[in-house]
């Protein structure tokens, strides 16, 4: 099957990166204090929204934004995970609950924005101002999803499910195509349990979804390898794509 049977699919923040990009703007730009009055009234998409509009009357441009989001540590081992699979044909995608903007500009600082196939997360563009404004992935008005496990703005398991909509429509090879779900959080319990037991889930060790899947293992049927830093998640994800490929 080689590593074009593989599809890969990362969460950003804590996965990818080792912090979160939306709380890394509000520190390096001086808006914490705000962040914490306003972080329990708002929907988070709101408040980074909202974050938004205060950096943009504050005088903090796009760039000033980008420059932030560029210093952001990025680990080595993951770089060479993401290149190594992309290498050897994976299909790699996101589904993030960041934004467009700061993946892009993360990924392309560290040249490997063209690995990916698909980036799912929600959209962010510069408003005829010059402001960078941040939007749902689903619109709440819409009433997109009735999952009890996903916050309104997003379903990561809906992003699942129209994933392998999408490549049995394509190509007509479903069956053939293994799934690897690497993430962290809550939001990523969602996907987990939509995964197939030909399937891998690589959860971050101790954070919550390694947490909620440990609650209740029989719940997940996918094969689950645990990891706790970038070696371990490179090294972990290169075996299972040999694995698949045999």
């Known amino acids: 099957m080689g590593g074009g049977g593989v599809v890969v699919v990362l ?3 804590r996965t990818i990166i080792d912090d979160d990009s939306d709380r890394w703007i509000v520190a390096e730009l001086g808006l914490t204090e705000l962040f914490k009055e306003l972080r329990h009234s708002m929907p988070w998409i709101s408040l980074m929204d909202r974050i938004m509009a205060q950096l943009h009357s504050n005088g903090v441009t796009v760039d000033h934004i980008a420059d932030c989001l560029k210093r952001l540590p990025f680990p080595p081992p993951i770089v060479s995970a993401i290149k190594s699979a992309h290498a050897l044909g994976c299909d790699l995608r996101i589904i993030s609950d960041t934004n467009t903007f700061s993946i892009r500009t993360i990924l392309q600082h560290h040249a ?17 101002q010059g402001r960078l404004r941040v939007t749902p992935f689903h619109h709440s008005t ?12 997003m379903c990561k398991g809906l992003v699942i499910d129209q ?3 999408s490549l049995l429509s394509g190509t007509g090879n479903e069956e053939e195509r ?3 779900y690497i993430g962290d959080g809550a939001g990523d319990y969602c996907p ?22 440990h609650s209740d293992p029989k719940l997940v049927a996918a094969q689950l390898h645990d990891w706790s830093t970038g070696e371990d ?3 972990i994800l290169l075996n299972l794509i040999n694995k698949i490929s045999l």
Request: aromatic share 12%; net charge positive.
């Open 11 to 13: 969460d950003f923040d």
């Open 112 to 128: 490997l924005f063209h690995c990916f196939s698909q980036i799912h997360t929600n959209p962010a563009f510069l408003d005829n």
């Open 142 to 153: 819409h009433s997109p999803h009735s999952c009890p496990l996903c916050p309104p703005n």
């Open 163 to 165: 994933i392998r909509s």
């Open 178 to 180: 293994r799934f690897i």
């Open 192 to 213: 987990t349990l939509k995964l197939k037991g030909g399937d891998f889930v690589m959860p971050r060790k101790n954070y919550p979804l390694w947490n909620k899947i």
């Open 233 to 235: 998640l490179e090294t």
